[in-house]
């Protein structure tokens, strides 16, 4: 992902955060100013209830948004967990923690302090040179921050998912990061066959959202682009989460614009 993609993505996952705030104010100052003596009457106000579907509009994708997120923070006992249940490795510049299981699995966890694990069952399937590969592909994810970054990404992409396009932006930036991670490898020393021959072998990427695999996106078209480079990647998401921003902020802008004609209006009429 790059620094102009993040930025759009934490200014929209801001923006989803804010909008909520921004679309109730009115709302709460209305009937503020009104007295809780009309309470019953303003909320029955063709205006009040306007404002109150506008914040409901902008509430429903930040309470999507909210609970992906407080998904990610509860994993935090897993990246525990594992941490607990593995032994530390190094092997030159490269570093991570052997799990005790049989399955051919390599990636990396946590969102402050990321930490790559490679199964037992991966060390002992992999070559010298796929193991390799496959820890300067994890090594790219610790050094890009990833995990902070799709978490947050699979966060908007749950909070949006009544757009339908959504969920093929946040596939193919997911895609993205592998793939930049893919190229990290190579140009560290890894050859293409082995990483390759690495992919093929690693089992399912993990479930847990603040984890990402070695196979956590679109396999095929990997392996494909790692046997032709020139494969062109989707196209930058930036200007897609621009726009996604502006939708998510409208509800909020049309909550204030109404109560600016409002205000403007009685003012010309008391005149």
Do not use: K
């Not at 908007?156 to 993205?176: I, K, M, S, Y």
């Not at 032709?228 to 509800?251: K, Q």
């Amino acid at each position: 992902m790059s620094q102009g993609s993040r930025l759009a993505l934490a200014i929209l996952a801001t923006t989803l955060l804010v909008a909520p705030v921004a679309a109730l104010h009115p709302a709460l100052s209305h009937l503020s100013a009104a007295g809780f003596a009309r309470l019953s009457l303003e909320l029955t106000h063709p205006m009040t209830l306007g404002f109150l579907a506008l914040a409901l509009v902008s509430i429903l994708p930040a309470a999507g948004f909210a609970l992906a997120i407080g998904r990610g923070i509860r994993g935090m006992a897993y990246v525990r967990t594992l941490t607990r249940n593995s032994l530390p490795v190094r092997e030159g510049a490269l570093r991570y923690r052997i799990l005790p299981a049989d399955t051919i699995s390599v990636f990396t966890a946590g969102i402050f302090r990321p930490v790559t694990f490679v199964t037992a069952g991966a060390e002992r399937a992999l070559g010298e040179r796929e193991l390799r590969a496959a820890l300067l592909h994890e090594a790219a994810h610790r050094r890009r921050r990833d995990v902070f970054w799709r978490l947050l990404l699979q966060a908007v992409g749950q909070a949006l998912a009544f757009v339908p396009w959504v969920r093929r932006l946040v596939d193919q930036e997911a895609l993205r990061s592998e793939c930049a991670a893919d190229e990290y490898a190579v140009r560290g020393g890894a050859s293409r066959l082995a990483l390759f021959e690495a992919i093929v072998a690693a089992s399912a990427a993990p479930s847990n959202p603040l984890a990402v695999g070695l196979t956590s996106a679109d396999v095929e078209f990997r392996l494909m682009r790692l046997v032709d480079p020139a494969l062109p990647l989707p196209g930058r998401p930036t200007r897609a989460f621009a726009a996604l921003t502006a939708a998510v902020a409208v509800p909020a802008v049309a909550a204030h614009a109404v109560t600016l004609a409002a205000s403007v209006c009685t003012g010309q009429l008391l005149m």
